[in-house]
Structures are given as C-alpha cells and as structure tokens.
C-alpha cells in the first residue's frame, strides 16, 4: 500500500530554520519529491530525492533516507513569502506522483 | 515561453452541464497530467498520457474523459458535471525521462463550481 505522513501545520518564525518532515510506506518506491503551493496557487517543484543524503538548492535542501522510509525539507532563513503548503509527493514506477495533505507552513514576524 | 497553460481560469455550472477543459504547454514535454485538488487535500491524479497518442485513468478516472491532441495539448471533458465534481483542476506536464517526470510543471489552474 501506499500512505505519505506529514504534519498538518507547522508554524515558525521569520528568520529561523523549520524541517518539515515525511514519511511513507509503498512498495516500488522510486523517490521523494517536494512542491511548494501557495494559497490559490500552482504546485511548484522544489526538489527531488532518489537517493539518500542531502539536496541542497539555496534556502531549502531535502534529505531521504530509504532504510528508515523518511524524508524532510529543512528551509533556511525564513522570510514571510515562504507561508506556503508543502507537499512530499513519492514517485512511482509509472512516473507517477502520488500525493498526500501537505504541510501549511505559517510564518509569524 | 508561456509553460503550461489551462482555459478557462474559472467556470460555473449546472448539474448535468458538459464542458471541456484545455491544457497546452510549449516546453516539448511528453507526459501531461490532469489533476484535481479538493479543499486542504493533496492532488488527486485523474488521467494521464505518459506520450503523443497514449492516455491512461489515474486514482479518480470516473466521470471524466480526455484527449491528447497533439504534444502540445491535452483536453479534460466532463460530460455531465455532478456537484461532487467541484474542485479546482490543475494541468500538469513532464519530461519523460528517470527522475525527470517526477519534476511536473502546472498551470495555474481552472476553478469549476457545480451546482
């Protein structure tokens, strides 16, 4: 079966470091994505782990581990444009995405 | 370029009503993806075509068709809308290459209200 696990809500403050983490189960896993949605908004990529370790893109850097079936997205220097939703979605072997609820991510100054 | 393009941004209908909603992209991307999205819910995929000429049923296939016109485009009809049908619906598309297709582009989206 397939279930991705993220909080609900995350709420942090303008300047500080927040993780934001996921985890799933499925068999055929291929990797872990990251998307970005801000209310009324399109998905935006962010990033994309196959392999475990670190990713790091600016502000934001993604980690997975495989053997404990975790990932998280660890976004830096928070600014007030970030309140967002973020989604964890897993790959598949069709090249699919399969998603789950999301994370909002509320910034306070 | 334009990316990913979805029309109309918004739209209104009556129960049992047909529209059609339409998708382009210009990045020469293979694989396009028709989406729904419920409030505070993850996106749902409803159809896909993974290339020209191919489209397969995703998660929520039921009460929709669709049509891969040409690489650039990918049509979204729905026949006879049902309220349980509002949503907002994203188009998405993809290279289709390992690790690639994971990396969707979308447009911004169509509002549909069935009432």
């Known amino acids: 079966g397939q279930s991705l696990e993220q909080p609900s809500e995350v709420t942090a403050v303008e300047g500080a470091i927040v993780q934001i983490n996921c985890t799933y189960q499925t068999s055929g896993f291929y990797g872990l994505s990251w998307y970005q949605q801000h209310d009324g908004g399109a998905p935006t990529f962010l990033s994309y782990?196959?392999l475990d370790g670190l990713e790091e893109t600016g502000r934001f850097s993604s980690f997975l581990s495989r053997s404990d079936s975790y990932g998280y997205l660890l976004l830096q220097e928070l600014q007030m444009k970030d309140s967002a939703s973020y989604f964890c979605p897993e790959g598949d072997s069709n090249y699919q995405l399969i998603w789950g609820a999301g994370t909002k991510l509320i910034i306070k100054p | 370029n334009a990316g990913v393009t979805q029309t109309p941004k918004f739209q209104v209908l009556k129960t049992g009503q047909s529209m059609t909603l339409q998708c382009a992209q210009d990045?020469?991307?293979?694989?396009m993806y028709w989406y729904r999205q419920d409030p505070g819910m993850g996106l749902r995929l409803i159809y896909y075509s993974a290339s020209e000429g191919t489209t397969d049923k995703g998660e929520v296939p039921n009460g929709y068709n669709v049509s891969r016109l040409n690489k650039r485009e990918f049509s979204l009809r729905l026949e006879s809308a049902a309220p349980s049908q509002t949503s907002v619906y994203f188009c998405?598309?993809?290279?289709?290459?390992?690790?690639?297709?994971?990396?969707?582009?979308f447009g911004p989206g169509t509002r549909l209200t069935v009432t």
């Open positions: 782990n196959a």
């Open positions: 990045m020469n991307h293979n694989s």
């Open positions: 998405a598309s993809s290279l289709k290459t390992t690790g690639s297709s994971y990396e969707q582009y």
